[in-house]
């Protein structure tokens, strides 16, 4: 009898805690989901039957009339999504000293070696390398990196010249992550990745084990979610890892810890390693008069390593997801492709028929067409800030208690009628005309201080692909092609298409 009375006492403490939580939007005033005990509100996301964007989105669009609903998201974690975009510019500009956080760390005491990048690390970490690195993305910067941009798409433009003249499709997708892969191999280590041409280019299989995850990468994952605590070392990259520091290592070793001239991203961070301890102002530490303190850290190996890692995960698939995409919505808009055409064909004759930075710059159309793109198909579908002190959300009347986080459903707010007339039309010409909007209703990027700082390098690398295809080709459904794909529901932050996007190519005759 006694066995069985602690045992219902500790199956009810452990309810307790499993739900302790779930109180907190009923009590703020905020409509809400129902949660689930020990997932909350994103069972189905756990379970692979949903993505955490299809998440976000399906509850931006469950109460049309409020200007946020509540979630409960990874297990007990009060989350906030919004739908007002005053709330939007609040959470990621105005208050942005409350709101640095992404809060993409469940426990800041156990932050794995690889994630102590710019996109995940907040606090001093996140404000000493973004001061640090801003300098190695500007315009001269960029420019000298183009060279090895122009390579790249040459070869891409043989690979599909080669299945153009098969007749046969070809996965879209692939294509451009094998170009992104190859941009990211020369523009980030100074290396031939030559995945293009090769089937079994180990660049190329370590771009799919960061987004296709196996089944014991899985199990961490939700473990992790479900109870940070318990298992908060776990390690979720642990085999990349390995292959980054071995490769980053060796190359640092083959250029004696100096910059070589080569102005790819190894050889910017070393130069920011010359510059010697990153210094600035605390944002999470003042003393007894208010005044920040001032914070200091070394850009060590580990920190190297780091950031080359998220330069090859972020632009990977971002850039590749972005441009696939793009391609995928010319081919079933074949009047606007013409366009497109036209505007790389008028700029490329002014250049000797030659891809190079300022051509580029000219091509006004084809970015357009790219930031059409990417309006309907966001590559991050959502963006997420976390509360680091108790701030006021006046449009809602509440106060947000520190470790609350809010998300931002860009897919749900790009693709609202409200902000984008038709927002199901791919219409280009949407980024021709002068509005006066918000500003905040197309933000891909992000917005504010924590913007992405590869924004223009991302864009840059995008178009002269997407430029050298447009130049050579013309781009079709295949037989297979879906005209709105479904989303891979396994695809974390960034967004996955499920089963690729095969297109015919076609040699275009001139």
Not at 77 to 104: C, M
Not at 275 to 302: C, H, Q, T, Y
Not at 327 to 356: G, W
Request: with cysteine; hydrophobic share 45%.
């Amino acid at each position: 009898m006694i066995t069985v009375i602690v045992a219902v006492i500790v199956i009810y403490a452990v309810y307790l805690f499993g739900t302790s939580t779930y109180n907190y939007w009923l009590n703020k005033g905020i409509k809400h989901y129902k949660p689930i005990p020990f997932f909350g509100s994103n069972f189905r996301v756990v379970s692979g039957k949903m993505s955490i964007t299809e998440m976000f989105t399906e509850a931006y669009w469950k109460y049309p009339n409020e200007k946020a609903v509540g979630l409960y998201f990874e297990g007990q974690r009060p989350v906030l999504v919004v739908r007002d975009l005053e709330i939007v510019k609040r959470v990621l500009v105005t208050d942005f000293a409350n709101f640095y956080s992404r809060g993409l760390n469940i426990r800041k005491d156990a932050i794995e070696p690889m994630v102590k990048n710019l996109f995940f690390v907040d606090g001093d970490l996140w404000k000493l390398l973004r001061q640090r690195m801003t300098p190695a993305f500007t315009s001269g910067k960029l420019k000298a990196m183009f060279p090895l941009i122009v390579e790249r798409a040459e070869k891409l433009q043989s690979r599909a010249l080669s299945a153009a003249a098969a007749n046969k499709p070809i996965d879209a997708r692939d294509l451009m992550a094998r170009y992104t892969t190859d941009f990211i191999g020369a523009c980030g280590f100074g290396l031939d990745a030559d995945s293009l041409n090769d089937e079994d280019s180990a660049f190329r299989k370590l771009g799919a084990k960061i987004f296709k995850p196996d089944f014991a990468t899985i199990v961490k994952m939700v473990l992790k979610t479900v109870l940070p605590d318990l298992f908060k070392h776990l390690k979720i990259l642990g085999k990349v890892e390995v292959e980054i520091n071995a490769l980053v290592h060796e190359i640092l070793t083959q250029r004696n810890y100096e910059p070589s001239g080569r102005n790819d991203f190894i050889d910017l961070l070393l130069e920011c390693r010359k510059k010697g301890l990153m210094v600035g102002e605390s944002i999470e530490k003042r003393n007894a008069e208010g005044i920040p303190e001032k914070v200091s850290m070394e850009l060590d190996e580990a920190l190297i390593a780091a950031q080359v890692f998220v330069f090859f995960a972020a632009g990977f698939e971002t850039s590749s997801s972005a441009t696939s995409y793009t391609l995928h919505q010319l081919a079933f808009n074949p009047e606007v492709q013409k366009k497109v055409q036209d505007d790389v064909d008028r700029v490329l004759i002014k250049y000797n028929n030659k891809l190079c930075y300022d051509a580029i710059k000219e091509m006004t159309y084809l970015e357009c067409a790219f930031k059409e793109g990417m309006r309907i198909f966001p590559s991050l579908g959502f963006l997420l800030r976390e509360c680091t002190a108790k701030s006021e959300i006046p449009e809602l009347g509440i106060f947000l208690d520190e470790g609350i986080r809010v998300a931002i459903p860009l897919q749900a707010i790009q693709t609202d009628p409200q902000y984008f007339d038709n927002p199901k039309e791919y219409r280009p010409e949407r980024f021709m005309e002068d509005t006066n909007g918000n500003k905040f209703e197309y933000i891909p990027f992000g917005a504010g201080p924590r913007t992405c700082i590869g924004e223009r390098l991302g864009l840059m690398q995008s178009l002269a692909g997407l430029a050298a295809v447009m130049a050579r080709f013309t781009v079709k459904p295949a037989p297979t092609t879906q005209r709105w794909p479904a989303v891979d529901p396994r695809g974390g932050i960034v967004q996955v298409v499920k089963d690729g996007l095969p297109l015919m190519f076609e040699e275009r005759v001139k």
